[in-house]
Nanobody, 126 residues
Framework: QVQLVESGGGSVQAGGSLRLSCAAS????????MGWFRQAPGKEREGVAA????????YYYDSVKGRFTVSRDNTKNTVYLQMNSLKPEDTAMYFC???????????????????WGQGTQVTVSS
């Protein structure tokens, strides 16, 4: 029923690129915001990027600005995260999520997201 399916993770060397995909069911896709989050071992989950599925507004975590790009294909109910110039500190499990952050709430707030994918591992070696 309610599904978010991520793909595209893998292992790359520093400076390399990966593109993550998140395919969502139509029901979820209508819930305004799609976000990408990551969690490294021993660390809290942090927001990486988010996109409004209709308006197209985007937000990025400071450390990924200029390197990561979030985009969408509404015909496929899919959101992408293009990651360039990857660094070892980008190593984490990456999750996509769907939610409706309230007005005035920072769109990269994990607690505002209701549906989550299973995650895809990204490993960047130096």
């Amino acid at each position: 029923q309610v599904q978010l399916v991520e793909s595209g993770g893998g292992s790359v060397q520093a400076g390399g690129s990966l593109r993550l995909s998140c395919a969502a069911s139509v029901y979820i896709y209508g819930r305004n915001w799609m976000g990408w989050f990551r969690q490294a071992p021993g660390k809290e989950r942090e927001g990486v990027a988010a996109m409004h599925t209709s308006g197209g507004g985007t937000y990025y975590y400071d450390s990924v600005k200029g390197r990561f790009t979030v985009s969408r294909d509404n015909t496929k109910n899919t959101v992408y995260l293009q990651m360039n110039s990857l660094k070892p500190e980008d190593t984490a499990m990456y999750f996509c999520a769907a939610g409706r952050p309230g007005s005035g709430v920072y769109p990269l707030t994990a607690s505002e997201y209701v549906y989550w994918g299973q995650g895809t591992q990204v490993t960047v070696s130096s």
